[in-house]
């Protein structure tokens, strides 16, 4: 993606996005994402009057660029209504394997910024609520379905954190165990 195309909203949005999914939302300063995203100050400040908005605005976009993501990979890994969760192990592979992940953006913001910025948390949960809900339709209908899906869905964030820690294979593994259990 050309930076310099978008307009200058977006290009500071991209600009923290990748910024602070790479570097974190503590380590990254405003004078660098204006540096980065070639605007001025004052342009910068226009679109966003802080970088609490500024995070608010990143996290929503994640979400929906993660989300749209993960809705796709599980199609092309065969996802069909009550189908099982194999889709969502072979998702989490692609996922695991990309030269940019670093985590989950969401948890990575709730251990940085959770107690002081609430409205984090808020969108976190939201995201996480709707990573459930997709995996609950792979399920087949019932009882038992939400209950399978949550715990689906906290296997999937306890893998997260397992191959951000460097240990893709295990937390493949280990996610693949789980989600046969379930």
């Known amino acids: 993606m050309d930076l310099a195309t978008l307009p200058a909203r977006e290009r500071i949005l991209v600009t923290a996005h990748d910024l602070f999914y790479r570097d974190g939302i ?25 970088k609490d908005e500024l995070v608010r605005a990143f996290l929503d976009y994640r979400h929906e660029r993660w989300m749209a993501w993960f809705v796709d990979a599980l199609g ?12 969502v192990l072979a998702a989490m592979g692609e996922w695991f394997r990309d030269p940019a992940f670093r985590g989950c953006a969401f948890i990575n913001a709730v251990a940085e910024v959770g107690g002081s910025l609430p409205q984090a948390l808020a969108i976190a949960r939201r995201h996480k609520q709707d990573m459930t809900e997709v995996i609950a339709q792979l399920l087949p209908e019932g009882a038992q379905r939400q209950a399978g899906a949550q715990a689906a869905a906290v296997a999937v964030d306890g893998a997260i954190v397992a191959a951000q820690m460097g240990g893709v294979a295990p937390a493949l593994e280990a996610l693949a165990l789980l989600l046969r259990a379930g």
């Open 26 to 50: 503590r380590a990254t300063g405003v004078d660098r994402l204006i540096a980065e995203s070639g605007v001025a100050k004052l342009t910068f400040y226009r679109h966003f009057a802080s």
């Open 76 to 87: 092309r890994h065969g996802a069909r209504p009550g189908g099982g969760l194999a889709p």
